[in-house]
């Protein structure tokens, strides 16, 4: 009887493997499957990140060299290499800064929309989109800097440095009293700039 026992017992085994086996070596090949992309996918992302990290930092070398073709190459890779990480908007804002002290303004504010339409980061846009009207504003694109200013002023943080720049061009269209407002704005948002800016409402013309 036992022997019976253990011969039904294989045979049931049996009938179960039959009917579900393959199933058993599907979900086992699909489980390990997943593992093995999921580990695959990791390396990549790290890969990907190690050498994004490798070009920006080349990217500030050849900025502080003031190596602008270098730098111009340098954030070309960024944009289409890289273009997926943070490194890219950090790179545009970064190759921003050394185009404009080499004078070359245009490719600057080119560099800093690109800063803004890659930036990871909400407040990276910002801060990009607040230097490209600073530069549109020195480059007297009175209307190009209002337009930037409209699109981006959205934040706090950003609030005192946004309204400086819209009192500086109030002032410059001669709209006294909107340039006061402005001044005066950027100073109660607590802008890093309040010294410079109250010197800049001092010496508005009196009203009337």
Avoid at 159 to 167: D, I, L, T
């Amino acid at each position: 009887m036992s022997y019976e026992t253990d011969d039904e017992k294989v045979e049931a085994i049996k009938t179960w493997w039959k009917d579900n086996g393959l199933s058993v070596i599907a979900g086992a090949a699909i489980g390990l499957g997943a593992i093995w992309g999921w580990r695959l996918w990791i390396g990549h992302q790290e890969s990907t990140a190690s050498q994004a990290s490798m070009a920006f930092e080349q990217l500030m070398l050849d900025a502080a060299d003031k190596q602008t073709e270098a730098v111009s190459k340098q954030i070309d890779r960024l944009e289409d290499d890289f273009g997926s990480t943070p490194y890219t908007a950090l790179g545009a804002l970064v190759a921003a800064k050394a185009l404009h002290e080499a004078g070359q303004t245009a490719e600057a504010m080119t560099a800093l929309q690109n800063a803004i339409d890659t930036a990871p980061d909400p407040a990276i846009a910002r801060l990009a989109a607040l230097r490209l009207a600073r530069l549109q504003f020195a480059e007297n694109q009175l209307d190009a800097a209002a337009k930037t200013l409209d699109k981006y002023d959205v934040s706090p943080a950003f609030a005192g440095e946004f309204a400086a720049v819209r009192g500086d061009i109030a002032a410059a269209r001669g709209d006294l009293d909107a340039a006061r407002a402005a001044y005066q704005r950027a100073i109660e948002s607590g802008s890093s700039l309040s010294q410079l800016i109250r010197l800049k409402l001092d010496n508005l013309p009196a009203a009337g």
